[in-house]
């Protein structure tokens, strides 16, 4: 497993912005739509988060969605490893983070 994690970063560190982002909407069609990974359980988690507030037909788009973005943010993590992750984020309020980790508290982030 280990190797094919390797591979992918590789692979994965020369991809632009927009290939991370076709790549991710062809594995979403292909897991999503095809092989219906995870399907069930999005469906299911949605419709005890929203009731009948939303249709059936919005329930998937959301579900699928949420299973793009998923994957978007794994392909975005694997295309960062070989490089400085950290010249990448822009952190606002910079401070707290470094006032709260000089105390030797860890602390969670939220990322937008």
């Not at 020369?14 to 399907?39: E, K």
Request: with cysteine; glycine share 8%; charged share 20%.
């Amino acid at each position: 497993m280990h190797y094919i994690v390797e591979l992918l970063t590789i692979f994965l560190g020369n991809a632009s912005a927009s290939t991370l982002d076709r790549l991710a909407r062809l594995l979403t069609f292909v897991g999503f739509d095809i092989l219906r990974l995870r399907r069930g359980i999005l469906m299911k988690n949605l419709g005890i988060a929203f009731g009948d507030t939303i249709s059936l037909p919005e329930r998937v788009t959301l579900a699928r969605k949420s299973f793009y973005h998923y994957l978007l943010t794994i392909l975005e993590f694997l295309s960062s490893r070989k490089g400085n992750l950290a010249s990448q984020i822009a952190i606002v309020g910079r401070e707290h983070v470094d006032k709260v980790l000089a105390q030797g508290q860890g602390m969670y982030v939220l990322c937008l």
